[in-house]
């Protein structure tokens, strides 16, 4: 006994001296599931995550280069941080897409921060003791080290980086150049082991996800069909895939769709604009007529997945009838839901060299779009009132309102008012808005 109380001392003395590492993540889920990465990575070093600046002897700020605002926003926060950290020996590592795009601005308003590029997280144990100021940045990135799973329903994994677009309104492509994709054995496994530790949701991300395998020789066919054979019940979601590269390989993609219990009937499949002229001056690699082909196709073999799209208003060029042909195509392709967004000059992109188009008509452009989608998303939903359908439940959402949130097949967000998070059940949908469900519990399901 008095050996236990011995250790238990040692062991309360070791976790007082661990180094604590508090991030900080802005941005899409990619950036999240790396800066698991480099918490995986620090862990292995000895690094304890803690929740708060305060308790920090390492600070990661994980940037996102995507919009102006969040840029202004991160610059604010950094030099924020200066301020608090003001005569404390706490290092500052500022890494993500900013990092890389923006070095002299983060270096005038943080001059001791360390900048690592999103090439280079898997780097991070090696520059914790760099001089202030230094870049870390990589042509070349490398991508071997998954996040650990830390618990909860919900796995992030990070399955590739990179895209071989060039659009040009785009500041990823900035950051991250080329296409680097884990080895899809490493995704199996780690996928496996989180199944058997509790996950139930497995969310696949990247900057493109229908681009995974190119540099090894395989495709997300294969690493779907893979992930389709790991034991137990658990639903995976597939993170936003390009049309043309979804279109290279969506006999097999179809194919996997239709035969997996597991995957989220659910497709993330950025459209950007409904006018062939505008498509060419953002550079994308499809036309408006290839890309309603694809959805009609993905609608026709799978009738009841959720298609989700991205499109920009006000890009340079974007005249009323392209403005209108845009408006025309989602009403036709009854989007189950449009991220409407407005556009942003972002730096060293061809777009911001462009004749700019005015705010006030972005904005009623947004407006006006986003009142179609909701329509359209609407009808889409309201189809499914008086139908029972599986879903996960998650716990997101709405907890104030007394709701709990799930997840249907096709990735609808379906409030109920009493429900067991992290089991199955079967869902008798009672209402609908344009963005959510609202239903009960009929049973669970195992
Ligand atoms: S394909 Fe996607 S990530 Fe790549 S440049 Fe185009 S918008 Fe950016």
Not at 158 to 164: E, K, L, Q, V, W
Not at 399 to 423: D, P, Q
Request: charged residues 30%; positive net charge; proline residues 4%.
């Amino acid at each position: 006994m008095k050996w236990f109380g011995v250790r238990y001392k040692i062991f309360e003395f070791l976790l007082l001296v661990m180094p604590k590492v508090y991030v900080e993540t802005y941005g899409c889920w990619l950036n999240r599931a790396e800066s698991e990465v480099m918490i995986t990575i620090l862990s292995r070093l000895g690094y304890e995550v803690c929740s708060s600046v305060d308790e920090a002897d390492l600070i990661i700020v994980n940037t996102c280069a995507v919009r102006s605002e969040t840029e202004n926003r991160i610059l604010k926060r950094l030099s924020e941080l200066r301020r608090v950290l003001e005569g404390r020996s706490c290092r500052v590592i500022v890494c993500g897409c900013l990092a890389r795009v923006r070095p002299a601005s983060i270096l005038e308003v943080f001059p001791d921060a360390i900048l690592l590029d999103p090439n280079s997280i898997e780097r991070i144990g090696e520059v914790l003791n760099l001089e202030p100021g230094s870049l870390v940045f990589s042509d070349v990135p490398t991508r071997d080290v998954l996040p650990e799973f830390r618990g909860g329903l919900r796995y992030v994994v990070p399955i590739a980086t990179g895209c071989r677009g060039n659009c040009t309104f785009c500041i990823d492509k900035v950051a991250r150049r080329a296409v680097r994709s884990y080895d899809k054995s490493l995704i199996v496994e780690g996928v496996r082991r989180a199944v058997e530790r509790g996950a139930r949701e497995i969310f696949l991300t990247a900057q493109d996800a229908a681009v995974y395998g190119i540099d090894r020789g395989y495709t997300l066919v294969e690493l779907l069909e893979a992930i389709d054979r790991i034991e137990g019940k658990f639903f995976v979601r597939v993170g936003m895939m390009e049309p043309s590269e979804v279109m290279r390989i969506l006999d097999g993609l179809l194919d996997v769709f239709k035969r997996s219990e597991k995957l989220y009937r659910f497709f993330h499949i950025p459209l950007q604009s409904g006018d062939d002229r505008v498509l060419k001056l953002m550079n994308r690699r499809y036309s408006v007529a290839e890309y309603i082909e694809l959805v009609r196709r993905i609608r026709r073999e799978l009738p009841d997945a959720s298609i989700v799209t991205d499109i920009i208003v006000g890009f340079p060029g974007e005249d009323e009838e392209a403005f209108e042909n845009t408006c025309k195509v989602v009403k036709e392709l009854e989007f189950d839901k449009v991220h409407v967004a407005r556009y942003t000059p972002r730096p060293f992109t061809l777009g911001s060299t462009m004749e700019q188009i005015p705010e006030p008509v972005k904005k009623c452009r947004s407006r006006v779009l986003t009142i179609v989608a909701n329509e359209v998303a609407l009808k889409r939903n309201m189809r499914l009132v008086g139908s029972r359908v599986e879903v996960l439940v998650t716990g997101e959402g709405q907890s104030e309102r007394g709701f709990i949130g799930s997840r249907t097949r096709s990735y609808k967000l379906t409030f109920l008012k009493e429900a067991r998070v992290g089991e199955f059940a079967e869902v008798y949908i009672e209402r609908a808005t344009p963005i959510y469900l609202y239903g009960n519990v009929i049973r669970y399901v195992h």
